[in-house]
T-cell receptor, first 115, second 114 residues
Framework: DQQVKQNSPSLSVQEGRISILNCDYT??????FLWYKKYPAEGPTFLIS?????DKNEDGRFTVFLNKSAKHLSLHIVPSQPGDSAVYFC??????????????FGKGTLLTVNP | GAVVSQHPSWVICKSGTSVKIECRSL??????MFWYRQFPKQSLMLMAT?????????EQGVEKDKFLINHASLTLSTLTVTSAHPEDSSFYIC??????????FGPGTRLTVL
């Protein structure tokens, strides 16, 4: 049973436009959410996170939105750049996001930004 | 962000041998480290949680006698794949929790068992 779902395995966007990556979760105990970016044969790189007490967190070109009632979050990248092309993983944690608690990952979405 | 290293980055071994992978937090102390496995085009699967000074906690379905984890210091955790077989070939990734921040991942280790 997948508790974190990324239903779009891939997404293709034109450079300069907005990329929207979606993630749904089923476990109501999750209260902290993270997005990671991953290149092939490398470890994931932390991008941005959000606590369940917020509905939006912004960092530069990256914004994460959280809709708790829908158990849905999304990552917006604007403007998208070719260097953003990678697999993006959504992850969730309980215990208010303490770094010592395990993360549950979605299957990832491959983002391709075309020049 | 914090830096987590893994060694080796890739290893090829014969079936039946054991392989040790190291995970180090370079600029912070991590009481907890995590070991993941990733199959091609699949998500990261948590294998175990490594706690400094105590036994690791393994996820359901992960053989603790096959995947030995040792977290002897606040900056080092090791994963030993014992009596490796071709089906153990995979990409192994560790992460470490920076208490002041979040979890950071190592670059991964590609294991190929012949």
């Amino acid at each position: 049973d997948q508790q974190v779902k990324q239903n779009s395995p891939s997404l293709s966007v034109q450079e300069g436009r907005i990329s929207i990556l979606n993630c749904d979760y089923t476990n109501s105990m999750f209260d902290y959410f993270l997005w990671y970016k991953k290149y092939p044969a490398e470890g994931p790189t932390f991008l941005i996170s959000i606590s369940s007490i917020k509905d939006k967190n912004e960092d530069g070109r990256f914004t994460v939105f959280l809709n708790k009632s829908a158990k849905h979050l999304s990552l917006h990248i604007v403007p998208s750049q070719p260097g953003d092309s990678a697999v993006y993983f959504c992850a969730a944690s309980g215990n208010s996001g303490g770094s010592n608690y395990k993360l549950t990952f979605g299957k990832g979405t491959l983002l391709t930004v075309n020049p | 962000g914090a830096v987590v290293s893994q060694h080796p980055s890739w290893v090829i071994c014969k079936s039946g041998t054991s392989v040790k992978i190291e995970c180090r937090s370079l600029d912070f102390q991590a009481t907890t480290m995590f070991w993941y496995r990733q199959f091609p085009k699949q998500s990261l699967m948590l294998m175990a949680t490594s706690n400094e000074g105590s036994k690791a906690t393994y996820e359901q379905g992960v053989e603790k006698d096959k995947f030995l984890i040792n977290h002897a210091s606040l900056t080092l955790s090791t994963l030993t794949v014992t009596s490796a077989h071709p089906e153990d070939s995979s990409f192994y990734i560790c992460s470490a929790g920076d208490p002041a921040d979040t979890q950071y991942f190592g670059p991964g280790t590609r294991l190929t068992v012949l």
